[in-house]
């Protein structure tokens, strides 16, 4: 079957034009692909189960909730060049087998890459929409991707789709690495009837930027007759183009956070695509390349090149997760809940928690101290509960507030920090002052604050930004019609 087939509709809002490296996988030939180390179909299947259940408990960490969110453009329209015609790839059935399922027949598989971004996909005899169909319903059907960046023949990573009815999250994606035991990114899924293809999308830093990959197609697909596992051969390696030297030795940059999950970049800040409804907080990275955005549920969301190290911890009844905070390295995080309580993962460290103890207000914010060794956790009455190396420097816990407490930033140093309230009364403790929006007319509400420059920055509901730091404004959201209100801010400066 002599086919052209353009790759991944889906990268065609992310790849640059002219930009894009091509390369297919096929042959003419028709002696059938033997299961060797040269094509390693057994090391992608034996690992699937665990894949899927990883990308699962992620919840498909690009926030790709439903069908509905997933980015579905015209396959011809991603690339101004059509990927080399070959003849069928010599795979397990279709060609050289009984034909056991045109829909889980593999013919090609391609991948693409620009300066930022990496695509893969595959193309079957036949094509079965993943949104709607029965039988990608069914938890044995999967498509995944092998990427080998060193040629020896092994997936170093691996890419898989599916449709996640279990969890009702819809078709989900993501990057792992060879060995399946940790997710590294999202990938967002496309797929199109036209080419009957299937793809996958993802930053390029996903995969650290090797010199060459090639990649290999493999598909699980059940209906009630049966299995059908196929696989293609690797595609030939392609050169990863260099990315672009800034000549620039500081970077700044800040998110806005809205109760949709939608994250809105500012200056140096880069913004990935996908939603978290009930989100609740999110964390950046120190240098700026990716954060963390949690729900209330505590499912975590990790974006660029933050990598996710788990999540939903077991909750009580009326408890949530109300805030997150990353260690310093980004090799993890802490996730906080609104009664006090503190559970780590990846290098994070316990340092305790409020744990049965009572509280005046529910804890509305944290933030880890600079060594990472230590963390703040802050009620709405400003009550301040310091742990690890957490110095305690005061509270507005017995005060009378005109407006609760929504917010808590460390100075750089670790030796003070800020508070604010709704109002955007803020409040110094060995930290310098260096003003406030207390007694000033507010279109919305503040609803945090973060350390910037030699002061802080202030959000408000609206997406208002309020400077009081040495470092140029940015930019904000005020005056411009938002789909949900912002409830979280996150900055960094490098």
Known sequence: MQQSRVLAAVVVASLSVGTASLATGGSAGASPIPASSAHPSTKLGSLTERAMKLVAAARGAAGLRSPRSVLRLPARSMLASALPTSADVSDLIGDNGPVLDPYGDLVDTGIATDKTTFAVGSFTDLFDDPSTSANWANPNTVMEWGLDVNKDGTPDYIVIMFNDVADGFGVISGV????????????????DSTDNGYFAVFDR??????????????????????????????????GLPTPVVQQQTHSSGYWMLGSDGHVYPFGAAVGFSGSVPQASAMAPRKDGKGYWVVDREGHVFAYGSARFFGGTPPLAGGEFVSTISATPSGGGYWLFTNRGRSVPFGNASGYGDMSGMHLNGPIIASVATPSGHGYYMVGSDGGIFSFGDARFHGSTGNLHLNKPVVGISPTADGKGYWLVASDGGV?????????SMGGAHLNKAVDGLVAFGNGYLMAASDG??????????????????????????????S
Do not use: E
């Open 176 to 191: 792992l690495n060879g060995a399946a035991t940790n997710v590294l990114c999202a990938a967002t899924p496309s797929w």
């Open 205 to 238: 830093s996903c995969v650290q930027s090797p010199a060459q990959v090639q990649a290999q197609g493999y598909m699980d697909y059940q209906d009630s007759s049966g299995d059908s596992i196929d696989y293609t051969a690797w595609t030939p390696a392609i």
């Open 427 to 435: 409040f110094a403790f060995s930290a310098p002052f260096r003003g």
């Open 464 to 493: 208002g930004i309020f400077d009081f730091s040495n470092k140029r404004f940015l930019g904000s959201l005020g005056g411009k019609p938002l789909a949900a209100p912002i409830i979280g801010l996150a900055a960094f400066s």
